[in-house]
Nanobody
């Protein structure tokens, strides 16, 4: 199984980025997908998750209303649209896949992880 995250970069505060995560080696529609992030010196934290169909989504309080998670099962890809970015969003962002169809927030529930993509927001 491979999860390839992309789309990170340097953006000014208030700007937007769209992350993508392409999955291979698994039956994508059998998995819920999640995005997590880890800032320097901090633990990895949950950002957003989406169930197998895209009909169920959950967000952390810190990104609710600014970030949107979506998926395209035909392309085996999950996305994270990030708007109104601020310096506190600076982190390495990881996508993850969880067997089973329900979206979850807990890190240990996820079975596969991507390599991460750096997002840096300048203030």
């Amino acid at each position: 199984v491979q999860l390839q995250a992309s789309g990170g970069g340097l953006v000014q505060a208030g700007g937007s980025l769209r992350l993508s995560c392409a999955a291979s080696g698994l039956t994508f529609s059998y998995y819920a997908m999640g995005w997590f992030r880890q800032a320097p010196g901090k633990e990895r934290e949950f950002v957003a998750a989406i169930n197998w169909s895209g009909g169920g989504r959950v967000y952390s309080d810190s990104v609710k209303g600014r970030f949107t998670i979506s998926r395209d099962n035909a392309k085996n890809t999950v996305y994270l649209q990030m708007n109104s970015l601020n310096a506190e969003d600076t982190a390495v962002y990881y996508c993850a896949a969880k067997r089973g169809t329900a979206a979850r927030t807990e890190t240990p529930r996820y079975d596969y992880w991507g390599q991460g993509t750096q997002v840096t927001v300048s203030s």
